[in-house]
């Protein structure tokens, strides 16, 4: 054991990164440092020693190099949008941000792939494939920040996902630089490499398995055209029986979102889209394919909006998804939760999955527990997937109320659980949802699971503390980084 | 332990290889204490369903017994409102299918040989057919799995509903996985409304160029086929017996939708194809020729046959340098995959010079050559699962984590057969 003085350490650390990265790529100064200190969720803070911007994979192989040297811990950072606190920095550590990693290097539309950077921004891709006739199918909400290196860590969704699926499904292969500094090309250009699905895997591993440097995509073929109806209804009991209907009627719609009445109320202040805003809810139910059946399509949702006592005042044909109505009510749509800003200083959005038969259920159930803590609740979802995101709202400076909005997030965890479901759809465990995975899986998921992390991040120094409860080498061990900086 | 000697014709394991017994556990954690015992005893394991392709991979490296999964078939739950179902892993695709069709639904995944072969076998080898281009390999469909370990635990991964992040993916990582990972057990479905009408249209082709042509301007077609099949002469009597064109290459069209969808579509189709010579079989005489498609990777005269993956791209070029008197083909063009086998009389070193070029060839784009049956003797020198990649070390660690005793399917997969 060395009886070098933490400072010491701590600075030695930062000139080796400095000559990595260059000085202007690293930031060490606590009051910048600050922003970096927590992602989309804000309930649990921790601020990483130093946030350093690689340009290359082989910068990023080198700062690992120096976090083994160093005995510290590392997290990847992307956007920092993450709804799970998946990029907190927890011991402190390196914060390795991917954001200058941003290029799309290729787009083979022949063979419908396209290889890109991890710190492109999602939308980004969209924008470049416009007009070609193909697109990036994964389209989370948050696509105009979050990027595709983080899509690929929390296995993102989106509201079109219902139909073409989530990232994992349009991902082919990846380069990834190891907790042990190694470069690895796992998967390729072409599906079903021999060997096993490393891909399956990595999509969706949080972060604990090493930072992506490069990703391969698949592209899908732009639709020949659509229909995207608003559903309004005075309940949201009957907005929840009518997609359960849809879905149970063999129909599988491009896109089916709901929002509820405070969440119509937001969204209408903020883009003044039309909503009607005494409604109880709405849906936004979109089918897409070829032009020749879809008017029949559009025709048989409609009669099950109007069979649950909805009604629907708008249906949008659409040919290119540049139409001003479509690009208005999706707009509306994505930015529900920015308009939350002015309903309240503080949120937290959960992530449960149901059966989409019990979303009449959970609904219900989230109404009553919101009037038990005392916590306003509002719901904006992918309600096709039966991907609940209640929404609660809260002063962060009000300590009793954070207690209360976390007893009741939990509460409606566990009914999804009850329910058969799940705690997170999209946005993952991260540190949040950690004290989940026990009631989701038993012992020996986990040690398996533990197993597999180890296969990757033996020492656990990469992303420590999250996803999976314990049991990870290091992570009991004090962080000399952490200690320099205190 | 050694190998037994052949104690009867259903302890065949397969590669001449036989098993010292065969254990049939009737639930999940019989299962799980059959593996325990048998590792125990220092045996390996050999997991069977339907046992229609048990020739895939490597000779079994050492002794050990067959595990099948024959008893377990249950339905666990089917809430078709849901479009989801979990069912145990030795229930027969045909059963599988039986049961999603009287809800009106199904698994769209093409299976040779579905009255034997099972729901776990078509999940550990990951077997598909002309679909996929539509709907997408296994992966796509599977959300959750529960597989035995050789320790005797039980594992699951993901769960019952269609969109889910918590924990690694085991669903995925079991599929392809061969039976090394553990057996799996339970495995959870997302399924489809069955389409209400299907439609194949055969079109046959005289050069090369103009079915290039043609598959580059699918690509941009205003129909949607959820098929791209390109047959080459030999290949095509053999899927489409007098059906077939007497042209060297046909190409086939899979549609399935709406009736009102897939008319408009068969009419396009016609159209956007100009002069090729077409013909199209509708509806419930749709049925045997989709059968047909499937069943080319497990019926013919094939003493070898490959499965081959390259960009879409690439194909044209590829089909160029396949002798058709040597080699039938089918090429899922849509998706860049091939099912190859050799025609009658092909000698084995003239196959094994032809499976290099392929080899080379393929990996100019990324992709590549497993070789999905052939003589035990020519397994290793033809090296079924090819050259190691670059995340072959990663897999062996993975393979370590959750087998380290090494006891699941030793030597038939790419960890332990050697190259
Ligand atoms: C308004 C809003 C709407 C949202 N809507 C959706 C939605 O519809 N669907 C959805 O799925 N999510 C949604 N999210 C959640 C979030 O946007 C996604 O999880 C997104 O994928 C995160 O991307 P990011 O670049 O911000 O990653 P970050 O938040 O920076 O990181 C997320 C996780 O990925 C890891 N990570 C990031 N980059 C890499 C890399 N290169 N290599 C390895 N690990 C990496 C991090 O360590 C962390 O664990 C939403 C969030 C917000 C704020
Ligand atoms: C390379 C390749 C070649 C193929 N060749 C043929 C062929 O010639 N004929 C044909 O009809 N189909 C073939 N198929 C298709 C495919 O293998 C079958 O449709 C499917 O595997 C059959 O199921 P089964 O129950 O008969 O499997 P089996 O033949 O019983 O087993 C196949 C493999 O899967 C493993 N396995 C089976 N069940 C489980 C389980 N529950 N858990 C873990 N592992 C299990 C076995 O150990 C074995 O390695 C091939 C597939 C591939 C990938």
Request: aromatic share 6%; proline share 7%.
């Amino acid at each position: 054991m060395s009886v070098a003085s933490p400072a010491s350490s701590a600075a030695r650390l930062l000139a080796d990164l400095a000559a990595v990265v260059g000085p202007e790529g690293l930031i060490h100064h606590h009051d910048e440092l600050i922003v970096y200190e927590c992602d989309g969720y804000v309930i649990e803070k921790s601020v990483p020693d130093v946030v350093v911007f690689p340009t290359t994979t082989e910068q990023v192989a080198r700062v690992v190099r120096l976090c083994n040297q160093h005995d510290v811990p590392f997290v990847p950072r992307g956007a920092g949008t993450s709804l799970a606190g998946g990029t907190l920095a927890v011991g402190g550590g390196v914060m390795i941000c991917l954001t200058r990693m941003d290029k799309i290097v290729e787009i083979n539309l022949p063979d419908r792939t396209a290889v890109v950077e991890p710190g492109l921004v999602n939308v980004r891709l969209t924008r470049a494939l416009a007009g070609t006739g193909f697109h990036y199918a994964p389209d989370p909400s948050s696509q105009g920040a979050c990027t595709i290196g983080g899509n690929v860590a929390t296995n993102s969704g989106g509201p079109h996902t219902l139909k073409y699926g989530v990232t994992v499904n349009h991902v082919l292969g990846v380069e990834l630089v190891l907790p042990d500094g190694s470069i690895v090309e796992v998967g390729g250009k072409v599906e079903d490499p021999p060997g096993y699905d490393l891909i399956g895997l990595v999509v969706g591993n949080e972060g604990t398995f090493g930072i992506v440097t490069k990703i391969t995509v698949g592209l899908t073929r732009d639709p020949e055209s659509g229909r995207t109806l608003l559903g309004v209804f005075d309940s949201v009991d009957a907005a929840t029986q009518t997609v359960s209907d849809i879905i149970a009627n063999g129909i599988v719609p491009a896109a089916l979102e709901m929002l509820d009445t405070l969440m119509i109320q937001a969204v209408e202040q903020a883009f003044r889209f039309g909503f009607p805003t005494d409604a109880g809810a709405v849906l936004i139910i979109e089918v897409d394919g070829l032009e020749a059946g879809m008017d029949e399509q559009a025709e048989a949702i409609r009669k099950l909006v109007l069979k649950n006592g909805g009604t629907v005042p708008k249906a949008i044909p659409w040919r290119t998804r540049k139409e001003p109505d479509y690009v208005a009510i999706w707009k509306s749509r994505k930015s529900a939760f920015g308009a939350i800003g002015r309903l309240s200083p503080s949120y937290c959005t959960q992530d449960g999955v149901v059966p989409r038969t019990k979303l009449p259920h959970i609904l219900r159930e989230i109404t009553r527990i919101g009037a038990k803590y005392q916590i306003r609740i509002g719901n904006v979802f992918h309600a096709g997937d039966g991907n609940i995101h209640p929404i609660l709202l809260f002063d962060e400076r009000d300590e009793e109320e954070v207690a209360r909005v976390i007893l009741a997030s939990h509460e409606i965890l566990e009914e999804c659980v009850n329910c058969g479901g799940s705690v997170t759809g999209e946005h993952g465990i991260g540190v949040e949802k950690i004290s989940f995975m026990p009631k989701l899986f038993g012992p020996d998921d986990l040690s398996a699971m533990v197993a597999i992390r180890s296969a990757f991040n033996p020492e656990g120094r990469c992303s420590p503390e999250k996803m999976i409860p314990g049991g990870g080498g290091c992570l009991e061990r004090r962080s000399p980084g952490r200690h320099a900086s205190a | 332990m050694n190998w037994p000697n052949p104690p009867a014709e259903h302890h065949a394991i397969a590669d001449g290889r036989h098993a010292h017994a065969i254990d049939r556990p009737g639930s999940p954690e019989d299962l799980a204490s059959t593996l325990a015992q048998r590792v125990a005893e220092g045996l390996a394991i050999y997991p069977r369903g339907g046992g229609t392709a048990m020739h895939v991979g490597g000779p079994p490296a050492r002794p050990g017994v067959l595990v099948e999964s024959n008893r377990m078939t249950r339905i666990i739950d089917y809430p078709a409102a849901d479009m989801t179902i979990s069912v145990e892993a030795g229930i027969t695709m045909k059963a599988l299918q039986a049961t999603l069709a009287r809800e009106g639904q199904f698994l769209p995944l093409d299976t040779p040989e579905s009255g034997q072969a099972t729901l776990g076998g078509v999940y550990a080898t990951n077997t598909w057919g002309p679909r996929r281009f539509g709907y997408g390999r296994p992966r796509d469909h599977i959300i959750g799995i529960r597989f035995a370990k050789a320790d005797g635990t039980l594992v699951k991964g993901g769960g019952r509903v269609v969109k889910n992040v918590a924990g690694y993916d085991f669903p995925k990582l079991l599929t392809g996985s061969l039976g090394t990972l553990g057996v799996i057990c339970e495995i959870t479905l997302k399924v489809r409304p069955k389409a209400e009408d299907s439609a194949l249209v055969v079109a046959a082709f005289t050069s090369l160029d103009a079915l290039g042509n043609t598959l580059g301007a699918l690509n941009t077609s205003a129909t949607r086929p959820v098929a791209i099949d390109v047959l080459n002469a030999p290949a095509a009597r053999h899927v489409l017996a007098e059906m077939a064109p007497s042209s060297p290459w046909v190409l086939v069209l899979g549609f399935e939708e709406a009736k009102a969808t897939v008319s408009w579509q068969v009419d396009h189709i016609g159209r956007e194809l100009g002069g090729a010579d077409v013909r199209v079989v509708r509806g419930d005489e749709a049925g045997p020729v989709w059968s047909a498609l499937t069943d080319f990777q497990s019926t013919g005269p094939g003493v070898v046959k490959l499965r081959v993956a390259l960009p879409p791209s690439l194909l044209i070029t590829l089909l160029g340098r396949i002798d058709p008197a040597d080699w039938q083909v089918q090429a899922h063009a849509g998706t860049g995959t091939l099912h190859m086998q050799t025609n009658a009389g092909r000698e084995m070193d003239q196959t094994a010079a032809d499976l290099q070029r392929l080899r080379i060839a393929c990996a100019k784009g990324g992709g590549h050559v497993i070789v999905a049956s052939c003589p035990t003797e020519a397994k290793g020198p033809l090296k079924v699962w090819g050259d190691p990649r670059p995340d072959w070390a990663l897999g062996a660690r993975v393979k370590a984590a959750l087998d380290p005793a090494g006891a699941m399917n030793p030597g038939r997969f790419f960890d332990t057969m050697g190259t």
